[in-house]
């Protein structure tokens, strides 16, 4: 822990009133003294002179509780070295008090509402929400309490980390060694603070791709008992969701994995956690395919073979966690990320599948409960279910409807204004890292926050508001892209179009302090924008050329990228080097090593690059946090090709087939789309909004919100001037978005000066080439050609659906050279 000059500090992110009020004293010799600061006779003493106020939950209350409680103690102890003792009802000493505790479980919480101590009419019945309140006098000789009260267990939970929050604790302090400053007193005074319910009911993650970090971690460092996931380190997973206000977990199912229900306890951990259990999209009623399936004793994994077979093997599943909380996926895919086996028709499969769901729910109204739209059911149109369900698939209206993204972040389809009004609503399965084609991203963590904002905004305006699931591979080094999904998740009208720049400088702020947050927020802005249109692990697709000194430029950036990096490192104190290491060094130094090895002309310092690599994941293994997270990083994840030690003649395949920079003077114009000469709203419910830190270059920009209809006026336009007559091509650079729903488009008309406008579809199928080239270059291009007269033009740029976001766009005069990014932009 660190030592530093106190400063007024808000409960979490706005505790109204609710404020931590604290001084210095400077000593002429030693360490900073924290003393107090209490400025009315209401404020609570929380730590004063070394003494804690106990944390008073009933005995009654769910587990979730007091393990909250024990959190919560144990924050205020590494704050202060001063940690709180955790008691029950009734033994109650003759000082302040925090009081944890759910309306309904707690007869604490119902005493103090009973005698009209606690007003809990804000939070009543409402979902997963808190109430935090200072009460004078709650008992006779307790001069004050500091209540938490929650509308459900999760509630009580939510409010207690918060708390914590607001006292320097990051949700990171265990999974990525983020040390709270240190002080010996915390007071806080008067008011009152109510949050929730959740913008997102259901807010979870998905354990996948876990063979290269998180299960080798696991079964040789910090559970070796189990040799695998098993409840130990669901419980640490479980309190990290906790942190982040989530409450949904799907769990590791790869071959290298056990099932999550072979350890007996992995269940019952969640329980205590009040974690919600789910299972992926191709693991149908909590069951582990992979982990559970014999052929060899349960026969052939098909449902038109061996149906009986299949419906017990669900049951038994359902008859074993019935009872806990959980979240049902329905349908049947392959065994593991399959297509569903079936021979026949389009129709009879869609028929097969809707007897499945039948089939389904029924064994769900016997163990889980008669009534099913009290039971959370999901079903999943991921890859080749969603054609099914586009073919006429009937699911029941109480089922949640969760839509995939494409798996590099562009949600595939959202609901159509009636699939809106389902019941059972609808969600997203999102993910920050994948397996598969074109190219894996299980490395690094590159996804900005200003996509993952652009479009889980999308998502949920047009009404997936039910359930968010991130896939996040290994958790690390996903952390940063976690922690922004779960706030938007907990409160969507918290950012806004600058969300990037303004989530990273409160995150860094809050991670480790203000004095360099500014700083941080900084590099980690240029860490995303640099890697955001070629992934690290994409390298040997990228196009990248020596036109117009795009690789020197690029390199250049990570150079200066890293020097920056480096000179934060050096002066932060040695308590927040390992956090600062995890969380921004390796990412960053990473990943310029990896553009050096793909990009460079120099063998010798391609060759560096790579070792340098080695060296810095060995690190990150061996040595960071004293060994803590031996095993949790590798650099070479399914050992893709560009993972390996570079080849002779250095660099990518498009630099060698363009070995010198074209220096010659453009015959184009580059603009970023984001700055326009004139921005036309049409005078629709629209506007213009500029993207910070989305696209290839710089800013983009999108008429929001995509609930309502594009103004048919609504354009961008760009003034440029031709030197001389003759042919011009615009080539107009999107964010690769899909259209919102079934039955639309993506499409946008470009026109010059008066000519006609010529019509442009964005919208490309899934795995088609159009749609593979679009993801590693993270921009979908349209083409329109004109015939031009010597002189000044004006291009129009006209939206003719919802959802496109604009990134650049480039008059070619004749002249443009290739390139992977496009040509810099004026």
């Not at 008992?139 to 006292?167: C, F, H, K, N, Q």
């Amino acid at each position: 822990m660190r030592e530093d000059p106190i400063h007024k500090q808000r409960l979490g992110l706005a505790l109204g009133m609710l404020l931590i009020a604290m001084s210095i004293a400077m000593a002429s010799a030693g360490p900073i003294a924290v003393k107090s600061a209490i400025n009315a006779p209401s404020d609570f003493p929380l730590v004063v002179n070394g003494r804690a106020a106990a944390i008073m939950v009933d005995k009654a209350d769910a587990d979730v509780v007091r393990i909250a409680a024990d959190m919560l103690a144990g924050d205020v102890g590494r704050v202060t070295g001063a940690k709180p003792t955790v008691q029950t009802a009734p033994a109650i000493p003759h000082a302040p008090v925090v009081i944890l505790g759910t309306v309904g479980r707690s007869a604490l919480i119902t005493d103090l509402a009973r005698r009209g101590k606690l007003d809990l009419r804000s939070i009543a019945g409402k979902w997963e929400s808190f109430v935090i309140q200072v009460v004078p006098t709650p008992y006779p000789g307790i001069p004050s309490a500091l209540v938490i009260a929650g509308s459900d267990r999760r509630g009580t939970a939510y409010g207690a980390v918060t708390l914590s929050e607001a006292i320097g604790v990051s949700p990171w302090e265990w999974w990525a060694d983020v040390a709270p400053s240190r002080h010996s007193d915390i007071v806080l005074s008067s008011g009152t603070l109510t949050e929730g319910p959740p913008s997102v009911k259901y807010r979870g993650i998905f354990l996948n791709d876990e063979d290269w970090g998180l299960e080798p971690w696991a079964a040789k460092t910090f559970e070796p008992e189990a040799g695998n996931i098993g409840p130990k380190t669901y419980a640490k997973i479980c309190e990290l969701l906790l942190r982040l206000k989530a409450n949904t977990l799907w769990p590791a199912m790869h071959p290298c994995t056990k099932a999550f229900n072979s350890f007996p306890g992995n269940k019952l951990v969640a329980d205590r956690y009040a974690i919600v259990m789910g299972s992926s999209h191709c693991e149908p009623l909590l069951r582990n395919n992979v982990g559970e399936w014999d052929p060899k004793v349960r026969g052939d994994w098909n449902y038109q073979t061996n149906r009986d077979g299949v419906l017990k093997y669900w049951e038994d599943r359902l008859k074993e966690n019935g009872p806990f909380e959980n979240i049902y996926t329905l349908g049947m895919r392959g065994i593991h990320d399959g297509a569903i086996p079936f021979k026949g028709t389009q129709a009879q499969k869609v028929s097969l599948m809707e007897q499945i769901l039948t089939d389904q729910r029924q064994l769900l109204a016997k163990y889980a409960g008669p009534n099913l739209e009290q039971t959370p059911q999901i079903f999943v149109p991921y890859k080749e279910v969603l054609p099914l369900y586009e073919a006429g698939l009937k699911v029941p209206d109480d089922v949640t409807l969760v839509w995939p993204d494409d798996n590099y972040g562009y949600i595939r389809r959202l609901s159509t204004p009636a699939e809106q009004k389902r019941k059972g609503g609808s969600g997203v399965y999102y993910h920050v890292s994948y397996w598969g084609a074109p190219e894996d991203y299980l490395w690094l963590c590159t996804t900005p926050p200003a996509l993952i904002w652009e479009e889980m905004r999308k998502a949920y305006d047009n009404g997936a508001r039910t359930i968010w699931i991130l896939n996040v591979g290994d958790i690390k080094p996903a952390e940063i892209d976690m922690e922004f999904f779960f706030r938007l998740a907990w409160n969507v009208d918290g950012w806004k179009e600058n969300a990037q720049p303004a989530f990273l400088q409160e995150w860094a702020g809050h991670t480790f302090g203000p004095e360099h947050a500014s700083e941080i927020a900084a590099v980690l802005d240029e860490y995303y924008r640099l890697n955001y249109p070629a992934k690290p692990e994409h390298l040997l697709q990228a196009k990248f050329t020596a036109n117009y000194d795009e690789i020197g430029r690029r390199l250049e950036r990570f150079r200066v990228l890293v020097a920056k990096t480096n000179a934060l490192f050096d002066k932060l104190p040695a308590g927040q080097r390992d956090a600062f290491y995890e969380l921004v060094v390796y990412p960053i130094r990473a990943s310029a090593l990896m553009n050096e090895k793909q990009l460079s002309a120099d063998p010798a310092q391609a060759r560096k690059a790579y070792d340098q690599i080695q060296a810095e994941t060995a690190y990150f293994n061996q040595k960071v946090a004293g060994g803590k997270w031996r095993g949790i990083m590798s650099a070479a994840p399914r050992n893709r090709p560009v993972y390996q030690p570079p080849r002779a003649k250095a660099g990518s395949s498009t630099a060698e087939s363009t070995p010198s920079p074209q220096t010659a003077e453009p015959g184009f114009d580059a603009f970023l789309a984001g700055h326009p000469t004139r921005a036309i709203e049409g005078g629709g419910a629209t506007a213009w909004k500029t993207i910070t830190s989305l696209g290839c270059d710089g800013d983009a920009i999108a008429l929001l919100p995509t609930t309502e209809a594009v103004p048919p006026g609504a354009a961008l336009e760009y003034d440029f001037t031709m030197s001389g007559s003759g042919a011009a091509k615009v080539l107009v650079y999107a964010i690769p978005t899909h259209a919102l729903h079934e039955g639309m488009k993506l499409r946008y008309a470009a026109s010059i000066d008066d000519q006609p406008p010529q019509v442009v579809d964005l919208d490309t199928a899934e795995f088609s080439p159009a749609w593979s080239a679009n993801v590693l270059r993270a921009a979908a291009i349209g083409t329109t050609q004109y015939k031009l007269q010597r002189g000044p033009h004006t291009l129009h740029i006209h939206p003719l659906d919802p959802g496109l976001v604009f990134d650049k766009v480039v008059v070619d005069l004749g002249g443009l050279l290739p390139t992977h990014l496009g040509p810099p932009a004026r």
